[in-house]
């Protein structure tokens, strides 16, 4: 399985220097790229900038909960993480918990 | 909430024998259920704790990356830095296995496949340290990333657990073990008024029976 990287370009550069090669930045679209990633079968690991992540939203959500794979994971981009934005796990941990669980 | 009774019982001993035995797998379950519940909230714990540290450890380090990468962009020019990303060979592929945790499958990203450590592929003549550096910072953020996916997938197949369980649990404790025992007692006291009834009726006969001789 190979692991993919939907990002922005700054962020596109440092992980292609890490030796990622799938790397998709969307221009225009974001939806367009994302079914296009969707079809794809054989990415294991997708990072996926915050950012990007938000505008996706709901498609992002529904997919998460129906697939197993790829594995999903929310990254900061250049400027640091967004500030309100709630990542998925957090959402998932709240909602089996009860609680937030958070340690300081 | 009125206790109700399960529906279709008649009250007669045989019923209230499967409904003791009915009762009795209930509780057992439910307390089955509970310390399964118990043991996965606890793990859970467990993995959330590591997620919450490595995902910070991975901001600090992002910021520090992209300090270096911005550095190099104002040395080389930013066309250069892509271009010398594009240089860089590919990381290899990942495999996925399956751990169980009682009886929650839970993916494991096997890394072996992986390249364990990075080398430079573009010219050092017309680059810069900086750009090492971001490299390296870039790579090892991947690593941390890879564990980091590993721990979210396990969350959530954890957190699904979680839920049915803690589901099946609450409708055994406030459905069907008070339903059950409702329907004991709605037996058991139709049984003692048709006792009660009988012996009147038979102490009524014997009444009778004497006044007649």
Known sequence: MKIAVLCDNDTAVGFRLAGIQDVFIPDGSKKEIWNKICERDDIGILFITEKIAEALGKYLKDYRVSHDTPIIVEIPNKKGRLKDHVDFISQLIKKAVGVEVEKR | ?213
């Not at chain 2, 001993?13 to 009795?24: A, V």
């Not at chain 2, 590993?150 to 008070?178: F, H, Q, Y």
């Open chain 2, 1 to 213: 909430m009125a206790e109700q009774i399960i529906e279709g019982v008649s009250p007669t001993r045989m019923d209230l024998l499967d409904i003791r035995k009915k009762l009795i797998l209930a509780k057992k379950g439910h307390k089955l259920l509970e310390e399964k519940r118990d043991a996965l909230v606890e793990r859970f714990f467990d993995i959330i704790d590591k997620k919450n540290q490595l995902s910070k450890d991975i901001g600090e380090e992002f910021k520090e990356a992209f300090l270096s990468l911005i550095q190099a962009q104002m040395i080389l020019g930013e066309s250069k830095v892509e271009e010398s990303s594009f240089l860089t060979e590919s990381i290899g592929e990942i495999l996925f296995e399956e751990d169980n945790i009682m009886g929650v499958k839970i993916p494991n990203i096997n890394t072996q496949n992986l390249k364990t450590e990075i080398k430079p592929s573009y010219g050092f003549f017309e680059t810069c340290s900086k750009l090492d550096d971001a490299q390296v910072s870039f790579y090892n953020i991947l690593m941390k990333l890879i564990q980091l996916a590993d721990l979210e997938a396990g969350i959530k197949s954890l957190a699904v657990e979680i839920e049915k369980t803690k589901r099946r649990v609450n409708v055994l404790e406030n459905v069907l073990i008070p339903k059950l025992v409702a329907t004991r007692k709605y037996i058991e006291m139709q049984l003692e008024e048709r006792e009660r009834e009988d012996f009147l009726r038979r102490k009524r006969i014997k009444a009778i029976l004497e006044s007649k001789k």
